[in-house]
Protein backbone atom coordinates (compact mmCIF):
# COMPACT_ATOMS: atom_id res chain seq x y z
CA UNK A 1 0.00 0.00 0.00
CA UNK A 2 1.13 3.59 -0.44
CA UNK A 3 2.90 5.24 2.36
CA UNK A 4 0.97 7.85 4.07
CA UNK A 5 1.99 10.88 6.29
CA UNK A 6 1.24 10.54 10.12
CA UNK A 7 -0.84 12.68 11.82
CA UNK A 8 -0.15 15.26 14.81
CA UNK A 9 -1.32 13.64 17.70
CA UNK A 10 -0.88 16.76 19.64
CA UNK A 11 -0.25 16.97 23.64
CA UNK A 12 -1.57 14.52 26.33
CA UNK A 13 -2.74 16.93 28.68
CA UNK A 14 -4.54 15.39 30.88
CA UNK A 15 -2.13 12.58 32.69
CA UNK A 16 -0.35 13.77 35.64
CA UNK A 17 3.36 12.94 35.67
CA UNK A 18 5.12 11.00 38.63
CA UNK A 19 7.53 12.55 39.76
CA UNK A 20 10.00 8.95 39.59
CA UNK A 21 9.38 9.84 35.46
CA UNK A 22 9.36 13.31 34.34
CA UNK A 23 7.94 12.98 31.04
CA UNK A 24 7.89 16.04 28.35
CA UNK A 25 8.52 17.30 25.66
CA UNK A 26 6.01 15.93 22.88
CA UNK A 27 6.67 16.72 19.53
CA UNK A 28 4.89 16.19 16.11
CA UNK A 29 6.11 15.82 12.68
CA UNK A 30 4.76 14.87 9.57
CA UNK A 31 6.65 11.89 7.77
CA UNK A 32 6.14 8.52 5.02
CA UNK A 33 6.20 5.79 7.11
CA UNK A 34 7.23 2.18 6.07
CA UNK A 35 4.82 0.26 8.48
CA UNK A 36 1.57 0.49 9.65
CA UNK A 37 2.66 1.12 13.21
CA UNK A 38 6.43 1.83 14.68
CA UNK A 39 7.66 1.98 18.04
CA UNK A 40 11.10 3.39 18.87
CA UNK A 41 12.74 4.46 21.47
CA UNK A 42 16.38 6.00 21.51
CA UNK A 43 18.96 6.53 24.51
CA UNK A 44 20.79 9.61 24.59
CA UNK A 45 23.37 11.19 27.37
CA UNK A 46 20.31 12.01 29.82
CA UNK A 47 16.83 10.61 28.48
CA UNK A 48 14.85 8.63 26.03
CA UNK A 49 13.51 9.60 22.90
CA UNK A 50 10.36 8.13 21.69
CA UNK A 51 8.81 8.17 18.42
CA UNK A 52 5.86 6.46 17.45
CA UNK A 53 5.01 6.45 13.68
CA UNK A 54 1.83 4.99 12.38
CA UNK A 55 -0.39 4.65 8.94
CA UNK A 56 -3.37 7.11 9.40
CA UNK A 57 -5.84 4.86 7.11
CA UNK A 58 -5.53 2.27 10.01
CA UNK A 59 -5.06 4.27 13.51
CA UNK A 60 -7.27 7.11 14.50
CA UNK A 61 -5.32 10.12 16.03
CA UNK A 62 -6.67 9.08 19.68
CA UNK A 63 -5.75 5.48 19.33
CA UNK A 64 -2.46 6.40 19.27
CA UNK A 65 -2.90 8.98 22.14
CA UNK A 66 -4.30 6.48 24.46
CA UNK A 67 -1.46 3.76 23.25
CA UNK A 68 0.90 6.64 24.39
CA UNK A 69 -1.06 6.91 27.80
CA UNK A 70 -1.03 3.23 28.12
CA UNK A 71 2.41 2.88 27.39
CA UNK A 72 3.54 5.69 29.89
CA UNK A 73 1.59 4.07 32.53
CA UNK A 74 3.01 0.78 32.09
CA UNK A 75 6.32 2.57 32.56
CA UNK A 76 5.55 4.36 35.81
CA UNK A 77 4.68 0.92 37.43
CA UNK A 78 8.03 -0.44 36.20
CA UNK A 79 9.59 2.38 38.14
CA UNK A 80 7.44 2.67 41.33
CA UNK A 81 7.79 -0.78 41.72
CA UNK A 82 10.66 -2.83 40.03
CA UNK A 83 10.29 -6.35 41.13
CA UNK A 84 6.85 -6.42 39.89
CA UNK A 85 6.02 -9.10 37.36
CA UNK A 86 5.20 -8.21 33.68
CA UNK A 87 1.69 -10.28 34.18
CA UNK A 88 0.52 -7.56 36.92
CA UNK A 89 1.68 -4.31 35.76
CA UNK A 90 -1.73 -2.02 34.55
CA UNK A 91 -2.04 0.22 32.05
CA UNK A 92 -4.81 1.02 32.90
CA UNK A 93 -5.21 5.11 34.20
CA UNK A 94 -6.95 5.47 37.66
CA UNK A 95 -9.41 7.30 35.79
CA UNK A 96 -9.73 4.30 33.15
CA UNK A 97 -10.12 1.95 36.50
CA UNK A 98 -12.59 3.97 38.02
CA UNK A 99 -14.57 4.00 34.69
CA UNK A 100 -13.78 -0.11 33.45
CA UNK A 101 -14.47 -1.18 37.16
CA UNK A 102 -17.65 0.95 38.17
CA UNK A 103 -18.95 3.45 35.61
CA UNK A 104 -19.22 0.56 33.00
CA UNK A 105 -19.99 -2.14 35.38
CA UNK A 106 -23.49 -0.30 36.54
CA UNK A 107 -25.79 -3.07 35.36
CA UNK A 108 -28.37 -1.35 38.14
CA UNK A 109 -31.53 -0.21 35.46
CA UNK A 110 -34.83 0.54 36.45
CA UNK A 111 -37.59 -1.60 34.63
CA UNK A 112 -40.87 -2.47 34.58
CA UNK A 113 -41.40 -5.05 36.99
CA UNK A 114 -44.84 -5.81 36.16
CA UNK A 115 -45.36 -6.01 32.33
CA UNK A 116 -44.84 -9.08 30.63
CA UNK A 117 -42.90 -9.15 26.74
CA UNK A 118 -47.09 -8.69 25.71
CA UNK A 119 -47.81 -5.78 27.82
CA UNK A 120 -43.91 -4.10 25.79
CA UNK A 121 -45.27 -5.67 22.62
CA UNK A 122 -48.38 -3.71 22.69
CA UNK A 123 -47.13 -0.62 23.72
CA UNK A 124 -44.61 -0.33 20.61
CA UNK A 125 -47.74 -1.22 18.42
CA UNK A 126 -49.47 1.79 20.32
CA UNK A 127 -46.28 3.95 19.46
CA UNK A 128 -45.62 2.83 15.79
CA UNK A 129 -48.64 1.01 14.28
CA UNK A 130 -47.67 1.71 11.31
CA UNK A 131 -43.86 1.12 11.34
CA UNK A 132 -42.64 -2.16 9.65
CA UNK A 133 -41.75 -4.57 12.40
CA UNK A 134 -40.94 -7.68 9.96
CA UNK A 135 -39.77 -8.12 6.87
CA UNK A 136 -38.67 -11.71 5.29
CA UNK A 137 -37.81 -12.16 1.86
CA UNK A 138 -40.53 -10.83 0.18
CA UNK A 139 -43.13 -10.17 2.90
CA UNK A 140 -43.39 -7.22 5.23
CA UNK A 141 -45.73 -6.75 8.07
CA UNK A 142 -46.37 -3.26 10.14
CA UNK A 143 -46.57 -3.31 13.67
CA UNK A 144 -50.97 -3.60 13.63
CA UNK A 145 -50.29 -6.19 11.00
CA UNK A 146 -48.20 -8.61 13.51
CA UNK A 147 -50.35 -7.68 16.56
CA UNK A 148 -53.48 -8.38 14.43
CA UNK A 149 -52.46 -11.57 12.99
CA UNK A 150 -50.96 -12.68 16.12
CA UNK A 151 -54.50 -11.88 18.12
CA UNK A 152 -55.99 -14.10 15.59
CA UNK A 153 -53.70 -16.78 16.20
CA UNK A 154 -54.15 -15.97 20.29
CA UNK A 155 -57.75 -16.20 20.37
CA UNK A 156 -57.36 -19.79 18.20
CA UNK A 157 -55.16 -21.58 20.83
CA UNK A 158 -57.17 -19.92 23.85
CA UNK A 159 -60.20 -21.86 22.15
CA UNK A 160 -58.10 -24.99 21.58
CA UNK A 161 -57.54 -24.93 25.74
CA UNK A 162 -53.89 -23.04 25.79
CA UNK A 163 -54.42 -21.73 29.37
CA UNK A 164 -51.03 -19.77 31.48
CA UNK A 165 -47.81 -21.78 31.11
CA UNK A 166 -49.10 -24.71 29.16
CA UNK A 167 -46.02 -25.13 26.68
CA UNK A 168 -46.73 -25.34 22.70
CA UNK A 169 -44.52 -25.95 20.75
CA UNK A 170 -42.94 -24.61 16.92
CA UNK A 171 -42.06 -26.26 14.78
CA UNK A 172 -41.43 -24.25 11.13
CA UNK A 173 -38.61 -22.93 9.25
CA UNK A 174 -37.59 -19.59 9.96
CA UNK A 175 -40.82 -17.23 8.29
CA UNK A 176 -43.24 -14.22 9.52
CA UNK A 177 -45.03 -17.01 10.74
CA UNK A 178 -42.58 -18.00 13.01
CA UNK A 179 -42.69 -14.43 14.93
CA UNK A 180 -46.76 -14.91 14.45
CA UNK A 181 -46.69 -18.16 16.38
CA UNK A 182 -44.39 -16.87 19.18
CA UNK A 183 -46.55 -13.43 20.27
CA UNK A 184 -50.18 -15.33 19.19
CA UNK A 185 -48.78 -18.13 21.90
CA UNK A 186 -47.65 -15.62 24.45
CA UNK A 187 -50.90 -13.12 23.93
CA UNK A 188 -53.13 -16.82 24.29
CA UNK A 189 -51.04 -16.80 28.14
CA UNK A 190 -49.17 -19.96 27.06
CA UNK A 191 -45.15 -20.66 26.45
CA UNK A 192 -43.55 -21.64 23.51
CA UNK A 193 -41.11 -24.25 22.68
CA UNK A 194 -39.08 -23.94 19.87
CA UNK A 195 -38.04 -27.25 17.85
CA UNK A 196 -35.72 -27.00 14.81
CA UNK A 197 -37.51 -28.73 12.32
CA UNK A 198 -33.54 -29.79 11.48
CA UNK A 199 -32.87 -32.01 14.81
CA UNK A 200 -32.48 -35.26 14.38
CA UNK A 201 -36.27 -37.39 14.74
CA UNK A 202 -34.99 -39.04 18.29
CA UNK A 203 -34.27 -35.12 19.52
CA UNK A 204 -37.24 -33.76 18.78
CA UNK A 205 -39.45 -36.87 20.27
CA UNK A 206 -37.54 -36.15 23.24
CA UNK A 207 -38.27 -32.71 23.69
CA UNK A 208 -42.16 -33.61 22.38
CA UNK A 209 -42.18 -36.21 25.21
CA UNK A 210 -40.54 -34.74 28.25
CA UNK A 211 -42.16 -30.98 27.86
CA UNK A 212 -45.49 -33.09 27.67
CA UNK A 213 -46.66 -30.85 24.29
CA UNK A 214 -49.64 -31.60 23.21
CA UNK A 215 -50.36 -28.99 20.59
CA UNK A 216 -47.64 -27.90 17.95
CA UNK A 217 -47.57 -25.14 15.66
CA UNK A 218 -45.87 -26.12 12.21
CA UNK A 219 -46.16 -25.73 8.41
CA UNK A 220 -47.94 -28.26 6.23
CA UNK A 221 -44.52 -28.96 4.97
CA UNK A 222 -42.45 -29.94 8.29
CA UNK A 223 -45.82 -31.34 9.56
CA UNK A 224 -45.27 -34.25 6.44
CA UNK A 225 -41.81 -34.97 6.61
CA UNK A 226 -41.08 -34.32 10.38
CA UNK A 227 -43.70 -34.95 12.69
CA UNK A 228 -45.94 -36.93 10.87
CA UNK A 229 -48.70 -38.34 13.22
CA UNK A 230 -47.99 -38.58 16.34
CA UNK A 231 -50.58 -40.02 18.98
CA UNK A 232 -51.89 -37.24 21.49
CA UNK A 233 -50.18 -34.23 20.01
CA UNK A 234 -52.24 -32.03 17.66
CA UNK A 235 -50.28 -30.26 14.79
CA UNK A 236 -51.89 -26.85 12.97
CA UNK A 237 -49.94 -26.02 9.84
CA UNK A 238 -50.26 -22.66 10.05
CA UNK A 239 -50.08 -22.17 5.73
CA UNK A 240 -52.17 -24.47 5.24
CA UNK A 241 -54.97 -23.82 8.42
CA UNK A 242 -54.21 -19.99 8.12
CA UNK A 243 -58.03 -19.44 6.57
CA UNK A 244 -59.66 -21.01 9.84
CA UNK A 245 -57.35 -18.69 11.84
CA UNK A 246 -57.77 -15.68 10.50
CA UNK A 247 -61.72 -15.92 10.91
CA UNK A 248 -60.60 -15.32 14.36
CA UNK A 249 -60.91 -11.28 16.12
CA UNK A 250 -57.95 -8.98 15.45
CA UNK A 251 -59.10 -7.55 18.81
CA UNK A 252 -56.31 -7.07 21.92
CA UNK A 253 -56.96 -10.73 23.93
CA UNK A 254 -58.31 -10.31 27.74
CA UNK A 255 -54.64 -10.83 29.51
CA UNK A 256 -54.62 -14.09 31.35
CA UNK A 257 -50.89 -13.69 31.73
CA UNK A 258 -48.73 -12.46 34.45
CA UNK A 259 -44.83 -11.91 34.90
CA UNK A 260 -44.32 -15.03 36.69
CA UNK A 261 -45.87 -17.34 34.28
CA UNK A 262 -43.64 -19.27 31.84
CA UNK A 263 -42.44 -17.13 28.32
CA UNK A 264 -40.22 -19.78 26.63
CA UNK A 265 -38.42 -23.24 27.77
CA UNK A 266 -35.26 -23.54 25.75
CA UNK A 267 -33.92 -26.63 25.54
CA UNK A 268 -30.03 -27.23 25.82
CA UNK A 269 -27.63 -28.99 23.78
CA UNK A 270 -27.34 -31.79 25.60
CA UNK A 271 -23.51 -32.54 24.97
CA UNK A 272 -23.42 -33.73 28.44
CA UNK A 273 -26.29 -35.56 28.83
CA UNK A 274 -29.86 -35.47 27.98
CA UNK A 275 -30.79 -32.00 26.69
CA UNK A 276 -32.74 -30.04 29.81
CA UNK A 277 -35.53 -27.72 28.98
CA UNK A 278 -34.71 -24.36 31.01
CA UNK A 279 -37.70 -22.37 31.72
CA UNK A 280 -38.12 -18.61 31.35
CA UNK A 281 -40.53 -16.30 33.11
CA UNK A 282 -42.11 -13.41 31.88
CA UNK A 283 -40.05 -11.19 34.56
CA UNK A 284 -36.52 -12.76 33.70
CA UNK A 285 -36.49 -11.99 29.95
CA UNK A 286 -37.51 -8.22 30.83
CA UNK A 287 -34.89 -7.80 32.88
CA UNK A 288 -32.22 -9.05 30.54
CA UNK A 289 -33.87 -7.14 27.48
Same mark, same amino acid.
Given at each position: *??? /?????? +??? =?? &??????? !?? *??? /??????? #???????? @? =??? $? %?????IAYRSSLFKEETIQQFLVHY? $? &???? &????? %?? !????? *??LTEKEEVKLLNVFNNNHIDFSKNKTLVDLFQEQVAKTPEAIAVVFENEVLTFAELDEHSNQLGHYL? /? #? +?? $? !?? $?? @? +??? &? /?? *?IEMLVSILGILKSGGAYVPIDPEYPEDRIEYMLTDADIKLVLTSAKVNSEVLGDREGITAVSLDSQWKTIESYSTEALTSVVSPENLAYVIYTSGSTGKPKGVMNQHNGIVNRL
Amino acid at each position: *SEE /EEIEDI +GDI =ED &IDDDELL !PI *SGY /ETSDMAV #QFDLTLSV @V =ERE $T %NFFLNIAYRSSLFKEETIQQFLVHYK $T &ILIN &IVNDI %NL !PIGEL *SMLTEKEEVKLLNVFNNNHIDFSKNKTLVDLFQEQVAKTPEAIAVVFENEVLTFAELDEHSNQLGHYLR /E #Q +GV $T !PD $TL @V +GIC &I /ER *SIEMLVSILGILKSGGAYVPIDPEYPEDRIEYMLTDADIKLVLTSAKVNSEVLGDREGITAVSLDSQWKTIESYSTEALTSVVSPENLAYVIYTSGSTGKPKGVMNQHNGIVNRL
